[in-house]
């Protein structure tokens, strides 16, 4: 016996939720790609403030979606009995250490060094250490890479276990491939044809 559908509102929260994780994954990953190199050609004092005002802005609109994401994965595995939903909310799930560890000892040293230029204007004012700044935004762009490209895999994880669960696929192709077989075999396309000899 074929398995139904899934219901419409868990079509919506699988289609809500693969749109949600991978729009945040790429928006983050889109930082250290195309952000972050731009940040590094800009004078130190400018490049700190420009990077402070990039955290300020990003450091509220990625964390819910994520966080939002990696919640409804873990939520579609129990009411679909997927195992790749799970693989996609531990995907989202994982930034959250990353982040803890790796990101925020960089988040204070880049804020401590950008208070510490707030008051300074121009471009070509010196900044005692500015190697060090670079480096310390260089690194953040290095570190904040795989965070996003983690969150980006739990959507590609998403829409895979959406578009090829097991279950769905035999709901759909089964009844399909039974009314397909049906018709040919009432067309007689399945009898032997006949062969006539003049």
Known sequence: MSQPHPPGGIRALQAATILASTAAG???????LFVI????????????????????????IFPPPIILSGLAYFYLAYATRSRLYAVAGAFCAAATP???????PL??????RAEAVRGLEGGDVEVA?????????DDWGTFNLPRG???????????????????????????????ITRQLQDNALFTPLALTYD
């Open 149 to 179: 490209l983690s969150v980006f895999a739990a959507g590609v994880v998403g829409l895979f276990a959406t578009l090829f669960n097991p279950r769905c696929l035999r709901a759909q192709l089964l009844p399909a491939y039974i009314r």
């Open 26 to 32: 790429v928006g983050n990953a889109s930082l250290s």
């Open 98 to 104: 990353w982040t803890w560890t790796l990101m925020m």
């Open 129 to 137: 250490d500015a190697e060090g700044a670079k480096k310390l935004v």
């Open 37 to 60: 190199p731009r940040l590094l050609e800009s004078p130190t004092p400018l490049m700190l403030r420009q990077w402070k005002n990039m955290h300020a802005l990003t450091h509220l």
């Open 107 to 112: 988040n204070r040293k880049l804020l401590a």
